[in-house]
């Protein structure tokens, strides 16, 4: 086991990438203007867009109550952080249960029982969306989406979880490691899913706090991710199926800790 890292502040000011979701791109930020479920902080459009574009996003801003807020295109490139299907406009939309790691552990109680998916190495943004869909519709406490490593939360993400992205418990830490010591320190005992694993998923006894760490999809767990863990377990397969595609895997495992959390 690797030295865990010294605690985070939790007091500090969260990042707004640990708050929003940004939306870019001018349908997926139509559609999110147009859903009365979402709660949109702000709308940046780009300097020298038609002017269609102009009018379109100024009304569907004020339909929300918002004022459109204007910056050059390389600002909005860099805020969206994918320059090539930006189309000169983003919008920040509240999550609600999205947060950084270290407010999540600050706020468990002692002896929460408490289910956490951890994501290590995903590189495929619909396998990440999925997993979200999953993890929130089983119930889970929290599904960690390390700033590195791990597609952020973009429209390909958001698509594929259906939506249900938004309103994911999405724990934030810099790395799957980083987030991975912070849980074994907080009484987190540490599993990876790994195809090669003697212990079944479906027949270990696991601890009231348990994290799983779903590997990437070519190459499984990273070796950064299973310094910090405490074992692994395999999902049982037949017919000579060799493997499960990742997010397909992250399902089982959700709904497994999810039947038997009861």
């Known amino acids: 086991m690797t030295p865990s890292p010294a605690p985070s502040d939790p007091d500090r000011p969260v990042s707004p990438k640990d708050a929003f979701v940004t939306v870019y791109g001018r349908k997926p930020v139509l559609e999110a203007l147009g859903d009365p479920a979402l709660v949109v902080d702000k709308v940046v ?17 004020r339909a929300r109550g918002l004022e459109l807020q204007r910056a050059s295109a390389q600002r909005v490139k860099v805020l969206a952080g994918n320059g090539r299907q930006d189309q000169g406009v983003l919008a920040d939309v509240v999550a609600p249960r999205m947060r950084p790691l270290e407010h999540f552990l600050a706020d468990l109680p002692e002896a929460v029982y408490a289910r ?15 997993i979200l869909r ?12 390390p700033r590195r490593g791990v597609p952020s939360i973009d429209p390909l993400v958001v698509k594929a979880s259906a939506g249900v992205a938004f309103q994911a418990p999405v724990l934030r830490s810099r790395t799957a490691a980083d987030g991975l010591a912070a849980l074994a320190e907080a009484g987190f005992v540490l599993y990876g899913l790994d195809g090669g694993a003697q212990a079944s998923l479906f027949t270990a006894e696991l601890p009231g706090r348990v994290a799983l760490v779903v590997g990437g999809e070519t190459d499984g767990l990273t070796d950064a991710v299973r310094a910090e863990l405490h074992g692994t377990l395999t999902i049982p397969l037949t017919a000579g199926v060799e493997s499960l595609n990742a997010a397909c895997a992250a399902t089982v495992a959700c709904f497994e800790l999810a039947r038997r959390r009861g």
Not at 135 to 143: D, H, I, N, P, Q
């Open 45 to 61: 459009l780009a300097e020298g867009v038609d002017r269609g574009a102009v009018r379109t996003f100024t009304e569907a801003a």
């Open 116 to 130: 956490v998916l951890v994501l290590d190495g995903l590189t495929n943004p619909a396998n990440v969306g999925m």
């Open 134 to 145: 999953s993890a929130t519709g089983a119930g889970l406490e929290g599904v960690l989406l």
